[in-house]
């Protein structure tokens, strides 16, 4: 079974993150630089909250909040759901599914050691699923090298 492992091998270990006492402007600005949905809040290596486009909507724009004065530890989302590199990327997706996140830290003992996106999950799951095929296919066809 495949693993977040892979995946992060694959992706990389970049995690865009910022303290809790950044404000909402300087996560809006990161995001757009850096061309992502989310900044993990993160104090001591540990994921305290997590801060998304949905937040910015819900929490900031909506509730008629300042950018510039409003703290990430005033509208983050506090429960994190994490997963470690052991974890299959099949359960990945359900947790993911289960939980309506789209973007889930990784952690070892506690401390991120990386994130993967929905994105990441299913661009991996594509792929695989184009080599089995491209396998079978060439396995029916007489050309499968076994």
């Given amino acids: 079974?495949?693993?977040?492992?892979?995946?992060?091998?694959e992706k990389?270990?970049?995690?865009?993150?910022?303290?809790?006492?950044?404000?909402v402007m300087q996560a809006v600005e990161a995001m757009c630089a850096a061309k992502v949905g989310s900044v993990l809040v993160v104090q001591e290596r540990r994921p305290v909250g997590?801060?998304?486009e949905r937040d910015l909507m819900t929490r900031?724009?909506?509730a008629r909040r300042d950018p510039e004065?409003?703290?990430?530890?005033?509208?983050?989302t506090r429960e994190v759901v994490c997963v470690e590199e052991s974890t299959t990327t099949t359960a990945a997706m359900a947790l993911m599914t289960e939980r309506r996140v789209r973007h889930l830290p990784v952690v070892d003992g506690g401390k991120v050691v990386g994130l993967v996106?929905?994105?990441d999950l299913v661009r991996?799951?594509?792929?695989m699923q184009s080599y089995e095929?491209?396998?079978?296919?060439?396995?029916?066809?007489g050309s499968y090298p076994g």
């Fill in 12 to 23: 990389g270990p970049t995690v865009y993150q910022l303290p809790p006492t950044a404000t």
């Fill in 69 to 76: 004065n409003t703290t990430l530890a005033e509208v983050m």
């Fill in 50 to 52: 997590i801060f998304t």
């Fill in 117 to 119: 996106s929905i994105g």
């Fill in 133 to 141: 095929i491209r396998m079978l296919t060439n396995y029916i066809m």
């Fill in 1 to 9: 079974m495949e693993t977040i492992a892979t995946v992060l091998k």
């Fill in 60 to 62: 900031v724009i909506l």
């Fill in 124 to 127: 991996r799951q594509t792929t």
